[in-house]
Structure formats: C-alpha cells, structure tokens
C-alpha cells in the first residue's frame, strides 16, 4: 500500500466521521423539541458506512474472507425507528388535542457515546496522516 492510498484512506475515514459528529450534534440538539404530533417530531439520524472497493484488486490474491478497501463512503443517513416519548401535558401548548405532546427518540447518553468514540476515530486518522506524511519527508531526505 502507497503512503498516497493511505492519505485517501484516513481523508475518507475523517470525512465520515465528520458526519457522523455533524448528526449526533443535530440528534443531541434536538433531543429536548417538541411536538404536537407523532409525524412531525424529530427522529435520531445515524451515518451509514460502506467500505470502498479496491479496483483492480486481482482474484485470490488475498486471504480468504479478507475485504480489501480504499476507505470508507457515507451511502445515507437512517432515521431510527425507536418508539417517540410521548408525554401528557394538557397544559402544554404544543398538546395534541388528547393532551399529548411528542418528544424525539434521541437517547443523550448514546449519542454522547457515539461522539466520543467518532471523536477518537477522527483523532487516530488524522495522528495516521501525520505519521504518513513524516514517513514521506524522511524517504525523500535519504537521497541527500
């Protein structure tokens, strides 16, 4: 593997976890709205990650059951499908018209879970980057 294909290969890595801190910091800043129907209440979004292919890569020319990739692509974000909170509040003036009012299903400890650990990710390739990048000017001082 070329130190430009791992260039690629932390670039996609920070550019995924950059989304997915962008949609835990909109599930956590939404987690306390309000709403007066199910249908329109905020749902938690998560990132979904696909491996990206090599190209070329020739038959058996790695181990069985090993996935070769080129980094990693955001192929959507999902909505959860968790229950709402519903609670009752008659007084509450977004209360539907049995008293009700929705909350998100956004669970604040998981996200906060969730943005440490797409925080540490973010860190490590970006220390891999550098690595890298250190590795390429001490090659290119050993012809001087």
Known sequence: MSLGNVFNIAGSAMSAQTVRLNTTASNMANAESVSSSAGETYRARKPVFELKQLENLQPGSLPMGVQAGQGVNISGIVESDAPLRQEYNP?????????YVYYPNVNVVEEMADMISASRSFQINAEIMN????MMQKALTLGQ
């Open 131 to 134: 690595t890298a990048k250190q």
């Open 91 to 99: 007084d509450h003036p977004m209360a539907d018209e049995n008293g």
